[in-house]
Each structure stands twice: as C-alpha cells, then as structure tokens.
C-alpha cells in the first residue's frame, strides 16, 4: 500500500499594509496602494484652492502634467474631529490624494475580513474590510472610496469654473495693459 | 401536559435591558460574554457601537436599548452573540444586555399585524408579557438602509 504524499501547507496569502493615523484614529491601507508619500508642505506651494459645493472635504487640487490630484482632507471624509493633516498619501491609480496625520507602521496582513453586513451606510465604500492586528481591529481603506464619480464629476466641474475665471482674469489684466 | 402540547414547546432566551425583559429564541443564541473591548472605528450605520473580537471573528456590537425602550443604556454586563439573517448570508451579532439570561421553555403567540415589525411574536413568563424579537427587523443591515434611502427619497419627492 502505497500512502499519499503529504499535502504541504500553502503559504498563507498576506499583504503589506501601512498603519496610519487621522485625526488619532488608526486605519490600515494596502501599501501597493499608495504611489507617493509626500509631507503637506511639500505639496502646498503647487497646489490650487478650489471650492465645490457641498464637498468641504476637498479644497486643493494638485496639478500634474494633464493629471489632477485632489487633496482629501481624511478627518473631514470620516467625519473625525479637523486636524491639520501632516503628510499626503499619493493613492495608485487614483486621483486622491489623501492627507493624514502621520504614519504608525508597516505591517503584514494574513487576514482581511469582510465588513460585517450591519455596517450598512457609506462606510461600504469606505473600507475593503477590517484587520485583527496586535488584538486589536483596524479597518483597511479602499484607495478608490475617498471620492465617489458624483464627488469627481462636481470636482472637475469645480476646477473647469476655477480655469475659466483665471483665464478671464488674465484676459483683463492683458487688455488693462 | 400531553406529549403534543410539550412538542409545541420553544425554547427562547430571556434577555434583560433595564427594567424590562425581552426574548429571543433559542436557536439564533450562539453564546453569552462578558463585555470585552469594543474598537470603534468611523462608520455612518446608526446603532452600530463597533466591533469586538470573539473566536477570531470579528462581531458588530448593535446596541437595541434605545429603539426598544426609548433611551440608551451605557450599562451592560454581558454580550448576547446571536446569529442574524441577511439575504442570502448569516452572521453572528453581539447585543449588549444588562442583566442575566435565562433559558425557557414555553409557547409563543405569533405577533399581530398592528405590532411593531421588531415583534415576532409574544409569550407570557412569570405573569410577564414578554416580547419575542426579530433580530433581524431589529439590526441594522442592507434592507433597512434601503428602506431608509427609499423613505429619503419620497420625502424630497413631496411638496
């Protein structure tokens, strides 16, 4: 009798994450989610105000090339008490950039599990799911939940109205001289 | 009592919320804790406190104080994890209670079209009427948010 060779145990599928803080609260992201990590400051000398109505979590835009980012205040989408974010989060194949207080750590996920199905409101779009870390919960961002298509839509609309009064105003300047 | 009659018999789970007591049945009761850690993190679902962890598992904590009696509880001296019915998923909930439990048990009358949708029904214990919850009327989950959105929306609709 011939005995069946024995299974080996697959590695168990984990991914990096980076622990971050906003507003005191911990929140988890994948970290081949995020492109760049920037401090506010660094940031703050290119970036243009712009005001869509309704959105006050977003008030700067960055302009890369023919890309814009908009800065996303993160205590302001999650509703957490306003701080003066520290460093930016440039997320991947976004146009969110997320603005922080600081980060906590890097870690490894062996786990993520689904938001359970009583969370019901927007937080659905807000997190991929919730970690066990350290006998404690952290709940794991999706990069792509900080603007919805709607806030994008309103965002562009925002930025195309900003364009055209720059554009008059330097029309004007020019006529004046 | 006949072998019939005690056929007939449930069994439920008597729960305790500040002076009043509700049940549950038995077969949606997976266990009874003692309060542990709650992590809290931000969400928009009202009535939802936050997570804690048991077996591994991550269990949302619904807080039913304050639809069922009209004020919150901030005491509690155990979790009731019990399981709760989503449309096509089950998943375990823990609800914060005040007192102890007691298994029963005993017959339900089913509820009347006039009770509150919570009410599955109602059973008499110790010259108490006592309500039989619906766990799943009761919790929050995708069909109350839809019922919600949808209550929103005819409110704007109207003049």
Redesign the interface.
């Known amino acids: 009798m011939r005995l069946a060779a024995p299974v080996k145990p697959s590695p168990a599928k984990t991914e990096q994450i980076i622990l971050f803080r906003v507003s005191g609260?911990?929140?988890a992201v994948s970290s081949a989610s995020v492109q760049e990590v920037r401090s506010a400051d660094s940031m703050s000398g290119a970036a243009i105000e712009i005001n869509a109505p309704g959105l006050r979590k977003v008030r700067h835009v960055v302009r890369r090339g023919d890309r814009s980012l908009f800065i996303v205040n993160g205590a302001m989408h999650?509703?957490?008490h306003a701080v003066e974010g520290a460093l930016l989060f440039v997320l991947r194949k976004t146009r969110t950039a997320l603005l922080i207080d600081g980060i906590e750590k890097m870690a490894t996920m062996t786990r993520l599990?689904a938001l359970?199905?009583?969370?019901?409101?927007?937080?659905r779009q807000?997190y991929r799911g919730?970690t066990?870390l350290d006998?404690?919960?952290?709940?794991v961002v999706h990069p792509e939940g900080f603007l919805s298509p709607e806030e994008l839509a309103l965002l562009d609309a925002a930025l195309l109205e900003a364009d055209n009064s720059a554009a008059a105003g330097l029309e004007e300047t020019e006529s004046a001289q | 009592m006949t072998v019939s009659a005690e056929l007939e018999l449930r069994s439920f789970v008597l729960l305790r919320l500040g002076e009043r007591r509700f049940a549950v049945s038995a077969n949606q009761i997976a266990e009874l804790v003692a309060p542990s850690r709650i992590?809290r993190?931000?969400?928009?679902?009202p009535k939802?406190e936050g997570?804690i962890?048991r077996r591994?598992?991550?269990?949302?904590v619904?807080d039913v104080s304050e639809i069922l009696l009209g004020k919150r509880l901030t005491s509690r001296r155990f979790y009731l994890i019990a399981m709760?019915n989503?449309a096509t998923?089950r998943?375990w909930?823990a609800i914060p209670v005040t007192g102890e439990c007691e298994l029963i048990n005993t017959d339900m009358m089913a509820a009347a079209e006039s009770d509150a949708p919570h009410v599955a029904g109602w059973l008499s214990h110790d010259g108490d009427v006592i309500e039989v919850l619906n766990l799943d009327t009761l919790?929050?989950?995708?069909e109350?948010?839809l019922a919600e959105a949808t209550a929103a929306q005819r409110a704007e609709a109207l003049p």
Do not use: D, K, M, N
């Open positions: 609260q911990l929140f999650f509703g957490l599990q359970p199905l009583s969370f019901c409101h927007e937080e807000w919730l066990a006998q404690s919960v952290v709940p | 992590f993190f931000p969400h928009r679902t939802l997570v962890l591994g598992r991550i269990v949302p619904c709760r989503y998923q998943e909930i919790t929050p989950g995708p109350q948010a």
